[in-house]
């Protein structure tokens, strides 16, 4: 158990996950990590216009599909488990309870590296809520006085995935994921999505630009990696190395 490579998505919505690190979630399963991933909520007030626009749809019904859809999609990553937290969202609210919850959920996947949202999002609090709780609930892992005997947690770091309308957040990229050879995965991912039609190809075109970025800063014209699909995020913790 000891040396089995995890990592642990932290997603405020039931669909963030796809858009923003669903390469990072099938890749790392194809090398052989166990990727979990949390939805604190299932975004069904604030990200399923679609759905609400259906006649004599409800809450429940809302949920039920949202669910269904972030099941399909992380079976189109491969991803190892997906868990719902059910805390609902607009606002995404975590009592201490449900943040213990969590704690269990970080010390039970003891993650090698954590995914979670930018730490602004001035259009949806929602999401830079969920990575306060993310840096809360990862800073309680590692506390030996929280249920002693458990095993605490280490450091592991926190990469923060690309928001939409990126320029507004304050989020810098300072890690770029060649995610070309499982595109064909999170695309089945991003399909999986029906009621979010609208964001299908803003996606596409953001893993194409990402690829350039990749391109760029692997060597450029010097002989850059011949990226199609990245992804970007931004590290909270810095590194400890050996040798720079
Ligand atoms: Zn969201």
């Known amino acids: 158990m000891s040396d089995k490579k995890t990592a642990l ?42 759905l609400w626009k259906q006649e004599g749809m409800t809450l429940e019904k809302v949920k039920t599909a949202r669910r269904v859809e972030a099941e399909a999609a992380a079976q189109a990553l491969n991803a190892h488990e997906i868990k719902f937290m059910d805390a609902g969202d607009y606002p995404l609210e975590l009592d201490t ?19 979670s949202h930018s730490t602004y999002d001035p259009y949806n609090t929602d999401h830079m809520y969920a990575t306060k709780v993310a840096m ?3 800073m309680i892992a590692q506390a030996w006085g929280h249920n002693p005997g458990q095993k605490v947690l280490g450091a592991p770091q926190l990469y923060l995935f690309e928001p939409h309308q990126t320029e507004q957040m304050g989020w810098k990229p300072d890690v770029f994921l060649d995610i070309s050879d499982v595109w064909d995965n999170k695309w089945a991912a991003i399909q ?8 299908w190809t803003y996606y596409e075109n ?38 720079l």
């Not at 690829?211 to 450029?220: C, E, I």
Request: a positive charge; hydrophobic letters at 35%.
């Open 192 to 199: 999986a999505m029906k009621g979010q039609e609208h964001l």
């Open 136 to 138: 809360e609930c990862r």
């Open 97 to 115: 309870d449900k943040k213990f919850e969590l704690v269990d959920i970080i010390r039970a996947v003891q993650p090698t590296f954590m995914l």
């Open 9 to 50: 998505v932290i997603s405020a919505h039931s669909a963030d996950f796809v858009w923003r690190c669903g390469g990072a979630i099938a890749l790392h399963q194809k090398k052989g990590y166990e990727v979990t991933i949390v939805c604190l909520s299932y975004g069904e007030r604030g990200e399923s216009a679609k």
């Open 206 to 243: 953001q893993a194409e630009n990402r690829a350039n970025h990749f391109r760029r800063n692997s060597g450029g014209m010097a002989g850059g990696r011949a990226a199609k699909y990245a992804e970007g995020f931004q590290s909270i913790y810095p590194r400890t190395v050996d040798e």
